[in-house]
């Protein structure tokens, strides 16, 4: 996990825009897949959820989905605080990045 841990981290660095909706949408089902099983993840599974199908409508709306990614940021970095040694930090660096983005989104 912390391998795309880096990765995700590493798309996200270059801005929403640079990330193409197809390849957010992988993330995002790589993500639902992965923490399926883990203890605690189900509001995160739940907002996963919500952001891929906002990503896949026909026009997504960035008043919907900035509020998604700050709050997959607050719970990725509570996640965080289970975890251990470098997945630990990873998701904390992931969580405050998620948070970082949705606060940087232009207001609608």
């Known amino acids: 996990m912390p391998q795309k841990i880096s990765e995700t981290i ?3 660095k270059g801005g929403l825009a ?3 909706i197809k390849a957010a949408v992988s993330n995002i ?3 639902e897949t ?3 099983k883990v203890d605690g993840s189900k509001a995160i599974l739940k907002d996963l959820a919500s952001l891929r199908e ?3 409508v026909a ?3 960035s008043a919907v989905l900035m ?3 700050g709050k997959l940021g607050k719970e990725t970095t509570t996640l965080a605080a289970k975890a251990t040694g470098d997945t630990a930090a ?3 660096d992931l969580g405050k990045m998620l948070t970082g983005l949705a606060e940087k989104a232009p207001a609608h």
């Open 59 to 61: 026009k997504p709306d």
């Open 34 to 36: 992965a923490l399926e």
């Open 10 to 12: 590493k798309a996200l």
């Open 18 to 20: 640079s990330l193409p």
């Open 29 to 31: 089902e790589y993500w």
């Open 67 to 69: 509020p998604l990614l």
């Open 54 to 56: 906002g990503l896949q």
């Open 90 to 92: 990873q998701l904390k």
